[in-house]
T-cell receptor
Framework: AQSVAQPEDQVNVAEGNPLTVKCTYS??????LFWYVQYPNRGLQFLLK??????LVKGSYGFEAEFNKSQTSFHLKKPSALVSDSALYFC?????????????FGSGTRLQVQP | EADIYQTPRYLVIGTGKKITLECSQT?????MYWYQQDPGMELHLIHY???????EKGDLSSESTVSRIRTEHFPLTLESARPSHTSQYLC?????????????FGPGTRLTVL
């Protein structure tokens, strides 16, 4: 079985400050890891993914994520937050070895960036 | 933005009505998915399809049914809507359905059953 944990329901950060949204995963084998963002009344938008190679993955809108195999984590980061980054963020995992049919999503983290 | 469309965006309907939620994609993707999402909460896979005439149920049990007669079209039907079906329904697609494939999502349909 595979699972994803997003330990924070909400993250608050001031505009211009760095932000981190946490994600840990559990899979039997090597993982594919994804981050998506959801704005109000919208579907999910793909931000970035880790497949293999460099542990630091760069994605859309200045976001990046660091894969840490020993800690089974894939935290989302941005050096300088914008008010427009306020949204719901989902981490997701799939299993590289078994090619499971669909992604397993975390419960989501609401990011609130204050002006 | 991905080329995947869902209609209607919002639907309010009475108990017992039959409804069909439409999903179409113009990317030529083989794999399509339906997720159910309660407000501000995680997504649960309810149906998926590997291609034409191929459909399977997902992790979350659902009374809905799906069909895949054309590659680009993956409608979801509820024969008799109930208040417990009130939720947001998200459609997604991916090119091959392999583990590394990115899934692209439509804007969702917010269903309210009175």
């Amino acid at each position: 079985a595979q699972s994803v944990a997003q330990p924070e329901d909400q993250v608050n950060v001031a505009e211009g400050n760095p932000l981190t949204v946490k994600c840990t995963y559990s899979v039997s084998g090597n993982p594919y890891l994804f981050w998506y963002v959801q704005y109000p009344n919208r579907g999910l938008q793909f931000l970035l993914k880790y497949i293999t190679g460099d542990n630091l993955v760069k994605g859309s809108y200045g976001f990046e994520a660091e894969f840490n195999k020993s800690q089974t984590s894939f935290h989302l980061k941005k050096p300088s937050a914008l008010v427009s980054d306020s949204a719901l963020y989902f981490c997701a995992v799939n299993n590289m070895d078994t090619g499971r049919r669909a992604l397993t999503f975390g419960s989501g983290t609401r990011l609130q960036v204050q002006p | 933005e991905a080329d995947i469309y869902q209609t209607p965006r919002y639907l309010v309907i009475g108990t017992g009505k039959k409804i069909t939620l439409e999903c179409s994609q113009t990317m030529g993707h083989d794999k399509m998915y339906w997720y159910q999402q309660d407000p501000g909460m995680e997504l649960h896979l309810i149906h998926y399809s590997y291609g034409v005439n191929s459909t399977e149920k997902g992790d979350l049990s659902s009374e809905s049914t799906v069909s895949r007669i054309r590659t680009e079209h993956f409608p979801l039907t509820l024969e008799s809507a109930r208040p417990s079906h009130t939720s947001q329904y998200l459609c997604a697609s991916s090119l091959h359905g392999q583990g590394a494939d990115t899934q692209y999502f439509g804007p969702g349909t917010r269903l309210t059953v009175l």
